[in-house]
């Protein structure tokens, strides 16, 4: 799901959009399909997790209740969460690039003369 978010998002930059316009329309469009997508899942693990049995002595009613409670927070997270870290990576490598670019207009240090020249 961040994956899926995630490229949008980037795929909106590469097209000249600004981060923040970028952000709010990829969660705009991929919410949905994102969230559609959980639904289907968790809707399915519904019926293992109420109405599960024994089946020769294993029950994967507590499996199928840790799998679709994780998807649920996961999938909510995921709106928030994955905007959240690409903004603070984004503004990280604005700052890294500013720093080498900075680096690189500084003039040469002083170099110290050899021992015969002084």
């Given at each position: 799901n961040g994956i899926v978010l995630l490229d949008h998002i980037v795929?909106?930059?590469?097209?000249?959009?600004?981060?923040?316009?970028?952000?709010?329309?990829?969660?705009?469009?991929?919410?949905?399909?994102?969230?559609?997508?959980?639904?289907?899942?968790?809707?399915?693990?519904?019926?293992?997790?109420?109405?599960?049995d024994e089946n020769e002595g294993v029950s994967y009613v507590g499996?199928?209740?840790?799998?679709?409670?994780?998807?649920?927070?996961?999938?909510?997270?995921?709106?928030?969460?994955?905007?959240?870290?690409?903004?603070y990576a984004d503004d990280f490598i604005g700052w890294l690039r500013?720093?080498?670019?900075?680096?690189?207009?500084?003039?040469?240090?002083?170099?110290?003369?050899?021992?015969?020249?002084?």
């Amino acid at each position: 799901n961040g994956i899926v978010l995630l490229d949008h998002i980037v795929r909106l930059r590469a097209g000249g959009m600004e981060r923040l316009a970028a952000i709010r329309e990829g969660v705009d469009v991929r919410l949905r399909p994102i969230f559609m997508t959980a639904a289907t899942t968790f809707v399915g693990l519904l019926p293992m997790a109420l109405f599960g049995d024994e089946n020769e002595g294993v029950s994967y009613v507590g499996l199928s209740i840790a799998v679709a409670g994780g998807l649920a927070i996961s999938t909510i997270t995921t709106a928030i969460a994955v905007p959240l870290c690409y903004t603070y990576a984004d503004d990280f490598i604005g700052w890294l690039r500013r720093r080498v670019a900075r680096r690189g207009k500084q003039p040469p240090a002083p170099q110290a003369l050899p021992a015969a020249q002084i």
